[in-house]
């Protein structure tokens, strides 16, 4: 079955920018959802932004300022700017093995998760 390794977490500074990646191993369909999740300090869980079926989703939290892309089928970006306090997180990556999955920030959606990748942002 596929793993999922994030990377490019790191602690930076208020409006700063960081590019988390999502390395997929296994066979991974180009047609499959990838989305990227959070967990915040309290224990929130949160759908971050989501592609798959020619489509993106973005939480309203973080639209205009997250940007998600796929490289190729095992290969998934987030490039995230203007960075707040409140996007301290835990990120995480998942893939769906739904079919005919559309771009979906549900997380029962998603069937494989990697570990997280730590952002943090100081004011």
């Known amino acids: 079955q596929p793993q999922l390794v994030a990377s490019g977490g790191d602690s930076v500074q208020a409006g700063g920018s960081l590019r988390l990646s999502c390395a997929a191993s296994?066979?991974?369909?180009?047609?499959?959802?990838m989305g990227w999740f959070r967990q915040f300090p309290g224990g929130e869980f949160e759908g971050v932004a989501g592609?798959?079926?020619?489509?993106i989703a973005y939480a309203d939290s973080v639209k205009g300022r997250f940007t998600i892309s796929r490289g190729d089928a095992k290969n998934l970006y987030l490039q995230m700017n203007t960075l707040s306090p409140e996007d301290t997180a835990m990120y995480s990556c998942?893939?769906?093995?739904?079919?005919?999955?559309?771009?979906?920030?549900?997380?029962?959606?998603?069937?494989?998760w990697g570990q997280g990748t730590q952002v943090n942002v100081s004011s």
């Open positions: 592609t798959g079926g020619g489509r």
């Open positions: 296994g066979h991974v369909p180009d047609t499959s959802c």
């Open positions: 998942a893939l769906s093995r739904r079919p005919g999955c559309i771009a979906t920030l549900v997380p029962s959606d998603y069937t494989y």
